[in-house]
């Protein structure tokens, strides 16, 4: 098994630019950017004295995948690097997609991968929600109206996309651009009280229509939504547009780092414009949080995408969002992905601007390298087939040994019987051998590990020519460990367990969902490439006496890392292969 070197320096560029930052003591003495005047902000805000502020945003709108767990990796891992503090704010604004469950979820996988947005010994908890702020958004927004910088539009939302121009061809103003300022503020305050239907109007930011960058040509920052929100209910019919509302929200968490992946660089300009405008009418204060981007995680033979994750879900095309072919972190989790493997993952492709496509092996060997050093030695057969030793007596019965784990000697031996039948693996035995085949075939002898070097005498077939059983005689005097066992010399070692003692089991072989390094890219459906052989279930018998408490792990000699499923019980044990022992996709 290859192992990679973790010591290797990677490139981070947010790092210098924090150390610059500290350096120049930009945010020196910045707790809270506040709001003059209403004092309930103020108490909602932080209490920590954090040297830098970051924060993860998600949207409730569903589990969080390998994409966002390098978000959190990053900006949890920068504050607690620097002395700071990381805000989990969730991003509700969108109610109609958002729930309960996907929050609880959300908390509950930022915690499984080792961070936390509260101390109890400091008296600090830094979890926020876009809601907690929707007042103060819409107090903004008047303020934003009556200073001329906004106003509503009644065109049709088709109608704003066709006058917004192209990437080539400036926009066009809005009929209603430059109506009266009263107008649009009564206008405003009806939408706020629900008296017009979704769609036949918006509060735009006015801004350039000619300008280059199309995100500065009049954005709008209000729609109307009449949607129950699962926090506020039925309060608002309206809600702010995420662009509008996370620069807000980071300058009323006094929140230094605003660190976000590429996709937002064009919006960069609209952050800045919204909060320096907000500064002019006296309504947030200096310093003023700063936005950095960083590449998305891409990685080959998965999709990432919240509605395509959803349609396979829906359309029953894997068992759930924790599915462990899923690139959620909970489906992860289920396959047996530690949060160790994750976080080293991340930090081995380093923090940069450059777009990447990172190999699905990249993953599994990060979980390989985090697994080896700690996982308990065991065996199992998954394709089983009898192995007789016709020169032992029926009843023979005789203790093998074999390290727990061979990193780690002083966590002992494990010990396991050896009987005149076995199970092995199918394909150890061929009775026409190919070539360069060392295991069991007529004439050849192996060693059956931890135990007898045996040659094989032949095998029983049924009707139908398949090979039921396998025969062989073992050879006195060369068991492992004892004096003289390697006396006789071979070449090919073979696992193995007792079909008197084995535990059964039902085994889930998991492979890459995808058969395309890219399924979603350019015109693809991505359904076309759904990897058949992604999911295999075998019948498997175990090595006696293991722990199949939910959550154990293994690796199974000559086989991979295997973790028990929540799933399982002690009548029916459920195991999921995490990953194999090296590459074998190609």
């Known amino acids: 098994m290859t192992s990679h070197n973790t010591e290797t320096p990677v490139s981070n560029f947010l790092r210098t630019i924090i150390e610059n930052d500290l350096s120049a003591e930009r945010f020196q003495g910045k707790r809270w950017a506040g709001v003059p005047g209403p004092a309930k902000i103020q108490e909602q805000g932080p209490k920590d004295s954090a040297r830098i502020r970051t924060r993860f945003p998600p949207e409730p709108n569903g589990y969080l995948h390998i994409g966002h767990a390098k978000s959190i990796i990053i900006n949890f891992g920068l504050a607690r690097d620097y002395g700071g503090v990381c805000h989990l704010r969730f991003d509700d604004t969108n109610p109609e997609k958002e729930d309960q469950e996907y929050v609880d979820s959300i908390k509950d996988s930022v915690k499984w991968l080792g961070f936390d947005w509260k101390n109890e010994e400091k008296n600090y908890n830094n979890l926020y929600f876009a809601s907690d702020y929707f007042d103060y958004m819409y107090e903004f927004a008047i303020a934003l109206i009556k200073s001329g910088d906004a106003y509503i539009d009644e065109q049709s939302p088709e109608e704003m996309r066709q006058n917004r121009g192209t990437l080539t061809e400036p926009g066009t ?106 500064v002019e009418l006296g309504l947030l204060k200096q310093p003023l949080p700063k936005q950095y981007e960083f590449s998305r995680l891409k990685v080959k033979h998965i999709v990432t995408s919240k509605r395509k994750l959803l349609q396979l879900v829906t359309e029953g095309l894997v068992n759930g969002w924790d599915d462990p072919r899923m690139p959620t972190l909970v489906g992860l989790r289920r396959r047996g992905y530690t949060p160790t493997a994750l976080r080293l993952f991340i930090e081995r492709l380093g923090v940069s601007k450059s777009d990447s496509n990172i190999d699905y092996s990249e993953l599994e060997q990060a979980l390989r390298d985090v697994l080896d050093p700690v996982a308990p030695r065991a065996v199992a057969v998954l394709d089983p087939i009898k192995l007789v030793i016709t020169n032992l007596p029926e009843n023979h019965e005789e203790a093998c040994f074999a390290t727990i784990n061979p990193h780690n000697p002083e966590l002992g031996k494990r010990e396991f019987p050896l009987t005149r039948e076995l199970w092995i693996e199918r394909d150890d035995f061929q009775e026409v051998p190919q070539k360069k085949y060392f295991r069991l075939f007529p004439g050849n002898m192996v060693r059956l590990k931890y135990a007898y070097v045996v040659k094989c005498t032949g095998c029983i077939k049924n009707d139908q020519g398949e090979v039921t059983e396998v025969h062989v005689e073992y050879i006195p005097d060369t068991k492992s460990g004892t004096p003289g066992s390697d006396s006789v010399k071979v070449k090919g070692n073979i696992t193995w367990v007792s079909t008197k003692y084995a535990t059964s089991a039902t085994v889930n072989l998991y492979d890459r969902l995808f058969t395309d390094p890219s399924p979603d890219s350019g015109n693809k459906n991505f ?20 722990d199949l408490t939910p959550g154990n792990q293994w690796q199974f000699e000559r086989l991979g890392y295997f973790i028990v499923d929540p799933d399982s019980t002690p009548e029916k044990p459920i195991l999921n292969r995490s990953v194999t022992l090296r590459d074998t996709w190609v």
């Open 527 to 546: 359904l076309d490439y759904l990897n058949p052989n992604s999911l295999k279930q075998v019948s498997a018998w175990l090595e006696p006496g293991l």
């Open 173 to 278: 103003d809005s009929p209603y651009r430059n109506r009266p300022i009263e107008e649009s503020l009564k206008l405003f305050q009806e939408m706020r009280e629900g008296k017009h239907p979704n769609g036949s109007m918006a509060l735009r930011a006015k801004i350039n229509m000619q300008s280059p960058n199309i995100n500065l040509r009049d954005p709008v920052i209000y729609r109307i939504r009449h949607a129950e929100h699962h926090r506020t209910g039925n309060k608002w019919p309206i809600y702010p547009m995420y662009t509008y509302a996370h620069p807000i929200e980071d300058a009323l968490e006094g929140i230094t780092h605003s660190i976000c992946t590429l996709e937002f660089e064009d919006q960069r300009p609209f952050y800045d414009w919204l909060l320096e405008k907000l």
